[in-house]
């Protein structure tokens, strides 16, 4: 063929194109599932001293929610959801929820891969009569695809 744009044309109408790079899940779909992480408090201020070195273990869901994530964590005095989107191999989440007789607000960056988590959260807690914050390092892997839920998202 003598003209470059001919042969563009004839391999999008052969198909060719579409099978040039092979289909890959969205992100949803891939961090989709049960989680079992492992949480250290690296830093926290005078009012929250006692927190820095602690360590925990959760289960956590993530779950498709429309173009973004939902993360159901198991603290507060209920499970919480938080919300995000995924933005390459990074998730930010982040929300308010009621702890130990005040309020905590965190937001979370969760890097991804190959079944993988790893990342930080920066909190603030705070009640009518005090104020701290802190730091958390978070890793953890993927244990499952998520449960089943009394009330699918669409």
């Avoid at 899940?25 to 690296?42: D, F, M, T, Y």
């Avoid at 956590?60 to 964590?73: F, T």
């Avoid at 190959?114 to 730091?135: I, P």
């Amino acid at each position: 063929m003598k003209h470059p744009l001919a042969l563009v044309a004839a391999l999008l109408l052969s198909g060719c194109a579409g099978r040039i790079r092979p289909s890959v899940p969205a992100p949803q779909e891939r961090l989709s599932g049960s989680w079992s992480v492992k949480k250290l408090v690296i830093m926290a201020t005078a009012g929250c001293a006692d927190e820095r070195g602690k360590r925990a273990s959760y289960e956590l869901v993530i779950r498709r929610d429309g173009d973004g994530l939902s993360l159901e964590a198991p603290w507060g005095r209920e499970r919480e959801t938080f919300r995000g989107k995924p933005r390459g191999k990074e998730v930010r989440f982040n929300g308010v929820y009621s702890d130990r007789g005040g309020r905590t607000k965190e937001a979370f960056i969760f890097t991804f891969g190959a079944d993988r988590l790893t990342g930080t959260s920066g909190w603030t807690w705070w009640d009518v009569d005090a104020e701290c914050s802190g730091r958390s390092s978070w890793s953890g892997s993927k244990t499952g695809s998520p449960p089943e839920t009394s009330n699918p998202t669409p």
